[in-house]
Nanobody, 128 residues
Framework: QVHLAESGGGLVQAGASLRLSCATS????????LAWFRQVPGQEQDFLGSITWSIGRTDYADSVKGRFTISRDFANDIVYLEMNSLKPEDTAIYYC?????????????????????WGQGTQVTVSS
């Protein structure tokens, strides 16, 4: 099975930058894409952005476009989320997700249901 493990979260001041990592293991050859989601406890999970595994095409939610960047280290099976200009409203648990299906149900791979592998999450807290 594919396993995902996030790391790099922490407490930072507003305006700071932080890079999260998602280490993948198992049959990563089966992955078509990976994405980052975040969730405030008790609230709905939000899609942040995604990257295709083989090509590296990225898509971002409007809420983070221009501030967050997703990249991958293909050789080492790592995907990154670089976060800049962090705001208190960015405080959440950040999750890495992977999909082994080639196609998603909607016009894009933006839904939780499009992904079948999930990490345990890493906490990001941004103070004002």
């Amino acid at each position: 099975q594919v396993h995902l493990a996030e790391s790099g979260g922490g407490l930072v001041q507003a305006g700071a930058s932080l890079r999260l990592s998602c280490a993948t293991s198992g049959p990563t050859f089966s992955l078509y894409g990976l994405a980052w989601f975040r969730q405030v406890p008790g609230q709905e999970q939000d899609f942040l952005g995604s990257i295709t595994w083989s090509i590296g095409r990225t898509d971002y939610a409007d809420s983070v476009k221009g501030r967050f960047t997703i990249s991958r280290d293909f050789a080492n099976d790592i995907v990154y989320l670089e976060m800049n200009s962090l705001k208190p409203e960015d405080t959440a648990i950040y999750y890495c997700a992977g999909r082994t299906r080639a196609y998603c149900t909607g016009s894009g791979c933006y839904s939780r249901g499009d992904y079948d592998h999930w990490g345990q999450g890493t906490q990001v807290t941004v103070s004002s």
